[in-house]
């Protein structure tokens, strides 16, 4: 993508006030949908955390939190990035049992975010997170709990499709599982993107899975941190943009890492010193459950149920110049 693509002819389906409109209903059925098929009770969560917490998501690593000093708390709190880690230590201290979960309404800045069609600097997503079992570590359990949260997508945009008979469904319900090796061998000579776009063009709806170590070619396929997705039982899922014609991610997802892979991942990424922050000492020392959890991408799916070409008409962020210049130019509402 460049930073702004408008394809030739668009033209939105709705006008701004039946898109404010439609982007209520999207949540609401979506989130209804959803927690009832995973059986997710919704929490309230924070939209800061303290530096020395080691509970903020680290993403790629390079990514700088938003930070600010707070009076009567010692050290800098930083604004979230996700809730990856945080969700984990909730689920404890509300009690959760084996197989029940939560979800949460999260929203970050991201200030490093290259602005483009579908990334803005403000993130919104329904943040989730389940307990399970030593025997739910496995690739089926992924791979079921995917089917379900796309059938969860299909489902919300064929109401929404009803609600708003000038939209067409474009979710696929049937799921393409295939690992990041896997893709980089059926497309060698291609950037990990182009590999998605090739494989999303031709299977409409897939999980690219194990996302985060080393492929053969000695580079991943994207980068993960080491402190909550086990590598080995992680993925995306991803759907074809027509309008766009790109590979769409909706959701980050994955079984979390236990003791093993946690100490393992920290050594690859050579950040073992992590293992002295709080929620690091307090996984490595089992006291933690295991989890599987993830993020879907609010703005994401109303931008891809509602036609839209660009994140901005669904959401108010901040836009370069150029961005707001090719779009009023081009009959774009940004919000």
């Excluded at 933690?288 to 669904?314: A, D, F, N, W, Y």
Aim: net charge negative; glycine share 6%.
């Amino acid at each position: 993508m460049t930073q702004c693509y408008i394809p030739q002819g668009y033209k939105s389906a709705l006008d701004v006030r039946e898109t404010e409109t439609a982007i209520k209903f999207v949540k609401d059925t979506f989130e209804r949908t959803f927690s009832k098929a995973m059986q997710l009770l919704r929490i309230s969560a924070p939209l800061f955390v303290t530096r020395d917490s080691g509970l903020n998501d680290n993403l790629n690593g390079v990514e700088r939190p938003v930070s600010f000093s707070v009076r009567d708390v010692n050290g800098d709190v930083e604004i979230v990035h996700s809730l990856a880690k945080w969700k984990r230590m909730a689920l404890k201290l509300y009690g959760f049992l084996p197989h029940e979960g939560l979800y949460t309404d999260m929203n970050a800045i991201r200030r490093d975010e290259e602005p483009d069609n579908l990334h803005s600097i403000y993130v919104d997503q329904w943040d989730w997170e389940k307990v399970i079992l030593p025997e739910d570590r496995t690739v089926e359990y992924l791979k079921n709990t995917v089917k379900v949260i796309v059938r969860a997508m299909a489902a919300t945009e064929l109401a929404t499709t009803a609600m708003y008979p000038r939209l067409t469904p474009c979710i696929c319900p049937d799921v393409h599982f295939i690992s990041s090796q896997e893709l980089e061998d059926m497309y060698p000579n291609l950037s990990p993107k182009q590999r998605e776009n090739e494989i999303a063009r031709k299977h409409r709806t897939v999980f690219v899975m194990q996302i985060g170590g080393a492929l053969k070619s000695g580079k991943p396929h994207d980068g993960r941190a080491p402190d909550y997705d086990d590598w080995a039982l992680n993925g995306d899922i991803i759907v074809w943009n027509e309008l766009l014609g790109c590979a769409f991610e909706v959701s980050s997802m994955g079984i979390r890492v236990n003791e093993e892979s946690l100490a393992r991942q920290l050594k690859t990424a050579g950040c073992e010193e992590r293992a002295g922050l709080d929620f690091h000492r307090a996984l490595l020392a089992g006291e933690l459950p295991l989890t599987i959890g993830g993020g879907i991408g609010q703005s994401r799916l109303c931008m891809l149920m509602l036609q839209k070409c660009h994140i901005g008409e669904v959401q108010v962020s901040l836009w370069p110049r150029e961005t707001r210049d090719i779009c009023a130019a081009n009959g774009v509402f940004l919000l």
